[in-house]
T-cell receptor
Framework: QKEVEQDPGPLSVPEGAIVSLNCTYS??????FMWYRQYSRKGPELLMY????GNKEDGRFTAQVDKSSKYISLFIRDSQPSDSATYLC?????????????FGKGTLLTVNP | NAGVTQTPKFRILKIGQSMTLQCTQD?????MYWYRQDPGMGLKLIYY???????DKGEVPNGYNVSRSTTEDFPLRLELAAPSQTSVYFC??????????????FGPGTRLTVL
């Protein structure tokens, strides 16, 4: 079983739709969870950062972590064509002293106008 | 403030050639990383560094070498290029003062093709 599993998609939705992106993981030591957004032919950029279980909201984006199920999600409300990108989940066992991230393979999202 | 910069943006190599991918950051980050990204395969860590003079292997180090003589620069060396090294290479840095080391900032990438 891979440490981090992410459905590669592709996922295509109409503008205004609610998008749900997910990752599962097997390492129960993961505590820090991130979502990166990567536009075509660009480097990844940090979108959301959460610690342990719970929800975090930032504008149209909500990140959820369920450590009991080893499952994380990113929700995008009122999706826009500018949200079209690859979304990568990433996680690590601790901040500060352990800095190595484990990435999912990424989900390609297209939002159609 | 340019962030993380990488050169070149594109390169085609012949099998057996050597090259150095350059990476520079101006954020005074201690930690720097090199990843490769193959289509549909996510990001794989090649090497990382926690400060000048300190480097260590990541998940896929074979065929690569690194050095870190300054805080700002972290070049990646390919000695004998092979077709399996065709990929997009990303450099990243982390650890802003007072921040958490896991927040990594990525450069724009170098697209390398080995023929």
């Amino acid at each position: 079983q891979k440490e981090v599993e992410q459905d590669p998609g592709p996922l295509s939705v109409p503008e205004g739709a609610i998008v749900s992106l997910n990752c599962t993981y097997s390492n129960s030591a993961f505590q820090y969870f991130m979502w990166y957004r990567q536009y075509s032919r660009k480097g990844p950029e940090l979108l959301m950062y959460t610690y342990s279980s719970g929800n975090k909201e930032d504008g149209r984006f909500t990140a959820q972590v369920d450590k009991s199920s080893k499952y994380i999600s990113l929700f995008i409300r009122d999706s826009q064509p500018s949200d079209s990108a690859t979304y990568l989940c990433a996680m690590s066992t601790s901040g500060g002293s352990n800095y190595k991230l484990t990435f999912g393979k990424g989900t390609l999202l297209t939002v159609n106008p | 403030n340019a962030g993380v910069t990488q050169t070149p943006k594109f390169r085609i190599l012949k099998i057996g050639q050597s090259m150095t991918l350059q990476c520079t950051q101006d954020m005074n980050h201690n930690y720097m990383y090199w990843y490769r990204q193959d289509p549909g395969m996510g990001l794989k860590l090649i090497y990382y560094s926690v400060g000048a003079g300190i480097t260590d292997k990541g998940e896929v180090p074979n065929g690569y070498n690194v050095s870190r003589s300054t805080t700002e620069d972290f070049p990646l060396r390919l000695e004998l290029a092979a077709p399996s090294q065709t990929s997009v290479y990303f450099c990243a840095s982390s650890s802003p003062p007072g921040g958490l080391a896991d927040t990594q900032y990525f450069g724009p990438g170098t697209r390398l093709t080995v023929l």
